[in-house]
């Protein structure tokens, strides 16, 4: 999983906002992060006031409304596709672009299977589980066809 420290997923995203503003160069991974970016215009306001919510708390909220722990899962769903890892994943991601007609709202089908599994592990205190994530998968997946 895409694992760094809060205050560097935030500079990362802040950054790749900035140089695709100015028309800067960009890494392959930062190529990634702006297609996100771009599917999100909602947080294009706050990517532009680094210093305004470089140390926003959402704590207070629902976790899941964290903008930045929102964009981190998307590069993480990114990474899973690319490698196919957990195995079947990207069979699953057709499918459900099958279903759904529309491939972001199917990546936001990972996501949010991938926060089930993560939340789960962490209220059982287990490993994260790659077996459980993929049936959450399975199971949205049934809803949408059902
Ligand atoms: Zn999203």
């Known amino acids: 999983m895409f694992d760094v420290s809060r205050d560097q997923a935030r500079q990362f995203f802040f950054e790749v906002r900035a140089k695709s503003k100015q028309s800067l160069p960009l890494s392959p991974l930062e190529d990634v992060a702006l297609s ?3 599917h999100h215009p909602e ?9 305004r919510y470089k140390d926003k708390d959402w704590q207070g909220e629902s976790n899941e409304h ?15 596709l690319s490698i196919n890892q957990p195995p079947g994943i990207r069979a699953y991601f057709e499918r ?11 990546r936001h089908v990972l996501l949010e299977s991938l926060t089930e599994m993560v939340w789960q592990a962490q ?8 077996q459980r994530y993929l049936s959450l998968v399975e ?4 809803q949408l066809n059902s």
Do not use: G, M, T, W
Not at 124 to 130: E, H, I, V, Y
Not at 139 to 142: G, N, P, Q, V
């Open 123 to 130: 209220v059982n205190q287990q490993p994260l589980d790659n």
């Open 66 to 80: 964290n903008p930045f722990l929102h964009l981190s899962l998307h590069l993480a769903i990114e990474e899973q």
């Open 36 to 38: 996100i970016i771009n």
């Open 43 to 51: 947080y294009h306001a706050l990517l532009d006031q680094p210093e």
């Open 96 to 106: 459900l672009c099958l279903s759904l007609k529309d491939e972001h709202l199917a």
């Open 139 to 142: 199971e949205r997946l049934h």
